[in-house]
């Protein structure tokens, strides 16, 4: 069946370092892929997502590609801030994104010390 | 902000007595869904609901019973609650865009159970 799996934490990274956690996903055809954050005390919030082979989705300096090559679809940001701090999940939806159903990974956390 | 509201936002109850949690939604979704929450664990889908009175198990659904006769509202029963099932219960919503399915989370409900 269709799974993610997403580099396991925790990470540490100190303010302005670059991140990168990364995720790769097993599915057949081709799923959509999303990135969720979760900050301390909080529901999951849609952080951004892409629909397609090379599509780039972005948000609050957040970036993901969707990379069918190498089926992966990392986050990254140039510079974290405290504020970053939070679980971050990897998820697909499959049957080419016309599943009901979300695949999430397990989550990583991630804390930016000043 | 998707409208999600979750009630209660915590419970503390005693082994063997019912226990019921509810989802509320403002945004005319057809799709809603609970889950679970554990450490090492990620996210659990429990069961979900595809319309009113349409239900299906999860993975992780014996000791768990649902109920939607309005489609705002996603009812979470645990018949008769055990320790096993101190967890923070989420709801999700979701509906069909242009090319997925996006899910948007309510703020949790912590149950613990002694």
């Known amino acids: 069946g269709d799974s993610v799996t997403q580099m396991e934490g925790p990470v540490t990274l100190s303010e302005e370092a670059f991140l990168t956690i990364n995720c790769t996903y097993t599915?057949?055809?081709?799923?959509?892929l999303f990135w969720y954050v979760q900050y301390p005390g909080e529901g999951l919030q849609l952080l951004l997502k892409a629909t397609k082979a090379d599509d780039k989705g972005s948000n609050k300096g957040f970036e993901a590609t969707y990379r069918k090559e190498t089926t992966s679809f990392h986050l990254e940001k140039g510079s974290v801030q405290v504020s970053d701090s939070a679980v971050y999940f990897c998820?697909?939806?499959?049957?080419?994104?016309?599943?009901?159903?979300?695949?999430f990974g397990k989550g990583t956390k991630l804390t930016v010390n000043p | 902000d998707a409208g999600i509201t979750q009630s209660p936002r915590h419970k503390v109850t005693e082994t063997g007595t019912p226990v019921t949690l509810r989802c509320h939604q403002t945004e005319n979704h057809r799709y809603m869904y609970w889950y679970r929450q554990d450490p090492g664990h990620g996210l659990r889908l429990i069961h979900y609901s595809y319309g009113v009175k349409d239900t299906d198990k999860g993975e992780v659904s014996d000791g768990y019973s649902v109920s939607r006769s309005k489609t705002e509202d996603f009812l979470l029963t645990l018949e008769s609650a055990t320790s096993s099932q101190t967890s923070v219960y989420f709801c999700a919503i979701s509906d069909r865009q242009a090319t997925s399915y996006e899910q948007y989370f309510g703020p949790g409900t912590r149950l613990t159970v002694t």
């Open positions: 998820a697909l939806n499959g049957l080419q994104g016309g599943s009901e159903k979300l695949v």
């Open positions: 599915a057949t055809g081709y799923p959509s």
